[in-house]
């Protein structure tokens, strides 16, 4: 049995609509296209790849972590496919992470009047399509306030230079806070994260 054989057994996803997993889209996505796969029951690394190889369009599998493999392909549409192939397999869950989706990013300076549903009305942006708006609020005296800044989730791997709310340009700023972090364990002390 060769590798592709093993593939093509795997059942097509016949999930429900609101059920369907995060796709790339051929349009606003520029690559790398990867998925993470990871076992149902705690599969090693080496036993999720025996259950998946053969992947058509998989250019590399790459360990993730312990239980996770990160599987590289060329294009959007074979991620896409391979994505909904695993979708409903018995064994292997496969996601697209969200960093790969979305990009995160800050505009400052925005009066805290405007709720969320008007900012989101209002921004007019060149190439990249927004999926939230998100006033940033911090604590003080015990409830939570609004500040000047909204965090703004597009879709896509790249974020604009500038939005334009209302005619007024902002600069759009990486969201830091919504990045993934690193998490460093010093020796005899609490993580730290960067």
Request: with cysteine; charged share 15%; aromatic share 10%.
């Given at each position: 049995m060769n590798k592709s054989d093993v593939w093509d057994n795997f059942p097509a996803s016949h999930l429900h609509p609101q059920l369907?997993?995060?796709l790339y889209s051929k349009t606003l996505h520029t690559g790398p296209f990867f998925?993470?796969?990871s076992g149902k029951n705690n599969l090693h690394q080496l036993a999720l790849c025996k259950l998946v190889y053969?992947?058509?369009?998989a250019l590399f599998y790459k360990r993730?972590?312990?239980?996770s493999v990160k599987i590289t392909f060329a294009t959007a549409t074979e991620a896409n496919n391979a994505i909904l192939k695993l979708a409903s397999h018995e064994k292997v869950s496969a996601i697209i992470p969200e960093a790969s989706i979305y990009h995160f990013g800050i505009i400052s300076n925005v009066l805290p009047d405007f709720s969320e549903e008007?900012?989101?009305k209002n921004i007019i942006h060149q190439s990249q399509n927004i999926s939230t708006v998100r006033q940033i609020k911090r604590f003080s005296d015990g409830k939570l306030v609004p500040?000047?800044?909204?965090e703004l989730k597009f879709n896509g791997n790249q974020l604009p230079d500038k939005i334009s709310i209302n005619g007024l340009h902002f600069k759009v700023y990486p969201s830091i806070s919504a990045q993934t972090k690193t998490v460093f364990q010093m020796p005899k002390t609490r993580p730290w994260c960067i």
């Amino acid at each position: 049995m060769n590798k592709s054989d093993v593939w093509d057994n795997f059942p097509a996803s016949h999930l429900h609509p609101q059920l369907q997993p995060v796709l790339y889209s051929k349009t606003l996505h520029t690559g790398p296209f990867f998925i993470l796969i990871s076992g149902k029951n705690n599969l090693h690394q080496l036993a999720l790849c025996k259950l998946v190889y053969g992947i058509p369009g998989a250019l590399f599998y790459k360990r993730a972590s312990r239980l996770s493999v990160k599987i590289t392909f060329a294009t959007a549409t074979e991620a896409n496919n391979a994505i909904l192939k695993l979708a409903s397999h018995e064994k292997v869950s496969a996601i697209i992470p969200e960093a790969s989706i979305y990009h995160f990013g800050i505009i400052s300076n925005v009066l805290p009047d405007f709720s969320e549903e008007e900012l989101f009305k209002n921004i007019i942006h060149q190439s990249q399509n927004i999926s939230t708006v998100r006033q940033i609020k911090r604590f003080s005296d015990g409830k939570l306030v609004p500040t000047f800044s909204v965090e703004l989730k597009f879709n896509g791997n790249q974020l604009p230079d500038k939005i334009s709310i209302n005619g007024l340009h902002f600069k759009v700023y990486p969201s830091i806070s919504a990045q993934t972090k690193t998490v460093f364990q010093m020796p005899k002390t609490r993580p730290w994260c960067i």
